[in-house]
């Protein structure tokens, strides 16, 4: 049985439709397969575009993409079992078909092979084309993910052949659910799991061509294969490691204004479960304005729609994180939204900058935090687009120096100490001035 759901329209009579989200050219697909019991069977949401490439009457080229899918129908998708693989089948436009299929091991599941057709005689679409003719591309995937895992690959996923680019993002997928309950776990593709510091794996996705048969004539494909990456098929998550550290800018005018250099983590918990996130800086952008009393710095990726770190100045002489937003979507579809504007982090005075290179948290709210690493950050007074000195974090020197004031009783000679330790140290960052 197949459900879809057109939003924000509440679905005619039956119970779930097909869902339109996105920009105006992106549509997410979503889908929700159950079974003869009705209980949840196979979840996917996800997008994906087309760039075809067809021969003209007159022995040319031409290109098209197939971005904006219509209204999809999901015909001939299916559970499946232990026998027979799972299946999505989704029609579109004039004439596409797409389909996917799973199969089932003992604690594994893979997608195996996507398959994607169009008609060439539509001559809407295909102006001037040759040969009017139904063409198939199978894409082998092998992709293993761990039994009761939901695969998410936010990242942008590429299969290529000489004809057809087939772009795919904001994948999630779980053929096989168990009971009926959707997976709190995520299994990631490579490209999303900042933590993978394991060797890659040899990608396995050969995009083999079944087309019938095409012109005689063809030029040499100047594009080559792009797989999909395949991670190995280990059940059991790590714990995260540290994220990599990103290096982030704001500019007024042609002068930087902000600099931030830290790892960051997000620590969400949801329906109970909490899920940590290292943030890849290589696949996230970044933002900002400045201003006298104010500063901010946003970051997004495909996931994060926004992650809003706002400085404040106060008292007139330093500066202190205020404030911090963020809204994402999360591994099941929903949204993640968090606003505190009353936080009081990473205190220094105005005129430097403000470092901590232990791990800190971020307490943004009871259900998300933000675990940071080798962070330093200036939202105030930057000068030639360099960091000013240092004021350091006091996180480890706390823990450490009060047992002593407190073991030793406050005999002066002690704080002079620990003041003179406190100076020699803070000098020893004087001269940390670069990026
Ligand atoms: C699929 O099920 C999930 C969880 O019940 C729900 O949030 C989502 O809206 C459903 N989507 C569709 C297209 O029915
Ligand atoms: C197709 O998707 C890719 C990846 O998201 C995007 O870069 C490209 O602009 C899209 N093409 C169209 C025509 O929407
Ligand atoms: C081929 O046809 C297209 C229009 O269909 C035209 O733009 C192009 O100039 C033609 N090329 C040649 C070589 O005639
Ligand atoms: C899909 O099935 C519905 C009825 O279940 C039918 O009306 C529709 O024509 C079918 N679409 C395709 C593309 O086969
Ligand atoms: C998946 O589909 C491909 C072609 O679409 C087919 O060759 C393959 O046998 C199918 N696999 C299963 C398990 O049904
Ligand atoms: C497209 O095909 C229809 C018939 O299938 C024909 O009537 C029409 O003229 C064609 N349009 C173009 C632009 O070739
Ligand atoms: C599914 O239900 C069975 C029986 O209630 C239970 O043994 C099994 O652990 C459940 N599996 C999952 C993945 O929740
Ligand atoms: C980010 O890019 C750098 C250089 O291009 C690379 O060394 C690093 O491994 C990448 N990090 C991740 C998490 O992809
Ligand atoms: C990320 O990659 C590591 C190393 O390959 C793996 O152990 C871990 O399970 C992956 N995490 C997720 C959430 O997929
Ligand atoms: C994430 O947050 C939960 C709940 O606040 C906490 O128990 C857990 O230790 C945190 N994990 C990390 C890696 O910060
Ligand atoms: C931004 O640039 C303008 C024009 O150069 C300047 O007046 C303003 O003070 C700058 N603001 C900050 C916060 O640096
Ligand atoms: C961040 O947002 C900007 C504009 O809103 C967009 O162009 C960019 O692609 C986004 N970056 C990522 C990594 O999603």
């Not at 202190?320 to 936080?343: D, H, Q, R």
Request: net charge neutral; proline share 5%; hydrophobic share 35%.
């Amino acid at each position: 049985m197949v459900c879809f759901r057109l939003t924000p329209v509440p679905g005619s009579g039956l119970v779930l439709l097909f869902l339109v989200l996105g920009a105006v050219s992106s549509y997410a697909l979503e889908l929700n397969l159950t079974d003869s019991e009705k209980a949840l069977c196979l979840y996917a949401k996800w997008q994906m575009n087309f760039t075809i490439r067809y021969k003209t009457t007159n022995e040319t080229y031409k290109t098209v993409t197939i971005s904006d899918l219509g209204t999809p129908t999901y015909n001939g998708s299916v559970c499946g079992d232990n026998q027979h693989g799972s299946r999505i089948a989704v029609q579109f436009g004039p004439g596409f078909s797409w389909t996917v299929n799973f199969t089932k091991e003992v604690s594994a599941y893979s997608i195996d092979t996507i398959s994607f057709s169009y008609n060439t005689g539509d001559n809407a679409t295909f102006p001037d084309a040759e040969k009017k003719e139904i063409k198939t591309i199978d894409g082998h995937v092998a992709l293993k993910i761990p039994l009761n895992d939901i695969f998410r690959c936010n990242s942008l996923s590429t299969l290529e052949n000489k004809d057809v680019v087939q772009h795919y993002w904001d994948v999630h997928v779980q053929a096989f659910v168990q009971n009926g309950t959707l997976s709190t776990n995520e299994y990631l593709c490579e490209k999303d799991n900042t933590s993978t510091t394991a060797a890659p794996i040899v990608p396995s996705t050969v995009p083999s061509s079944t087309t019938t048969p095409s012109s005689t004539t063809t030029p040499s494909p100047t594009t080559t294969p792009s797989p999909t990456t395949t991670p190995s098929a280990t059940a059991t998550p790590s714990p995260k490691g540290k994220p990599d550290v990103g290096s982030y800018w704001v500019k007024n005018g042609s002068d930087t204004c902000l600099l931030a250099t830290m790892g960051l983590q997000l620590n969400i918990t949801h329906d109970k479960v909490a899920s940590v996130i290292n943030i890849n800086p290589n696949a996230t952008g970044f933002s900002g304005s400045c201003h006298p009393q104010t500063a901010l710095l946003r970051l997004n990726s495909s996931s994060i729609k926004y992650l809003d770190f706002v400085f404040a100045v106060k008292n007139e002489n330093r500066f202190y994180l205020k404030e911090v937003n963020i809204s994402m979507s999360l591994a099941n579809g929903s949204v993640f939204s968090v606003a505190n504007n009353n936080l009081s982090y990473w205190d220094a005075p105005l005129g430097s900058s403000y470092m901590c290179n232990k791990e800190q948290t971020v307490s943004v709210s009871g259900a998300f935090q933000i675990n940071t690493f080798d962070l330093r950050v200036q939202p105030f007074n930057v000068k030639e687009a360099k960091y000013s000195t240092a004021q350091e974090c006091s996180l480890d020197d706390d823990t450490i120096l009060i047992p002593i004031l407190v073991g030793a009783g406050l005999s002066g000679l002690i704080i002079v100490i620990v003041i003179a330790y406190l100076i020699g140290r803070r000098k020893s960052y004087a001269g940390y001035q670069t990026l």
